[in-house]
């Protein structure tokens, strides 16, 4: 079962979003329009990634509902009376521990620079994800729409074109190439942009 990682959920059937909102909210209502039409297949998908959520929903409402994820793991393990394994790094801190592999020039670089290696590592990727954060931010939202696009959008007219624009990227386009497209399809597909059309 997929765990629970954000907040809003959206369903389609074909062309057409059939719920949206947290995941008791779209199972609640998917349960009713799945009921009333058991022919129409749904695509459930994560709101932000645009990643696929399976759900069972047979049985009653009740039933569907108590099978959503539950908590995360780490909010589970939390309550248990067993001691927590020692791990490397700094835990409290956040500090995970995990293997690398460099040259060996890189290893030396990094031990002669203050703080050793794990300090020097970690300022280098601070500069780098501040660096490339708006690049990094608009590449999720293009993987998302184009996950959103193939799942749902793959039949529309222009669709090549369509992607052709979104990873160009140019927003303007797009617009114009999807305006005839569902308008269910048009208004998640730029939900998922909102941060690049709020840029032009």
């Not at 329009?33 to 409402?61: C, I, K």
């Amino acid at each position: 079962m997929t765990e629970i990682k954000a907040l809003r959920w959206v369903a389609f059937a074909d062309t057409e979003c059939v719920a949206s909102g947290s995941p008791r909210e779209v199972v609640t209502d998917l349960k009713a329009f799945v009921d009333a039409n058991p022919e129409r297949a749904v695509l459930v998908m994560d709101g932000e990634t645009s990643h696929p959520v399976e759900l069972d929903l047979r049985g009653n409402l009740a039933e569907a509902l108590a099978r959503l994820p539950a908590a995360a793991p780490e909010e589970a393990s939390s309550t248990s009376a067993t001691p927590p394994v020692r791990q490397p790094g700094r835990p409290k801190l956040g500090v995970v521990a995990r293997e690398i592999t460099l040259l060996p020039r890189h290893w030396e670089w990094l031990a002669s620079q203050s703080g050793g290696a794990s300090v020097a590592l970690r300022k280098l990727v601070e500069v780098a994800m501040r660096a490339n954060l708006e690049t990094d931010r608009r590449r999720v939202m293009q993987e998302s729409a184009y996950r959103f696009m193939t799942a749902v959008a793959g039949n529309q007219p222009d669709f090549d074109e369509a992607l052709r624009a979104l990873f160009a990227p140019d927003i303007k386009r797009l617009a114009e190439l999807v305006s005839y497209w569902p308008l269910d399809v048009q208004a998640q597909l730029f939900k998922l942009l909102e941060g690049m059309v709020e840029q032009g």
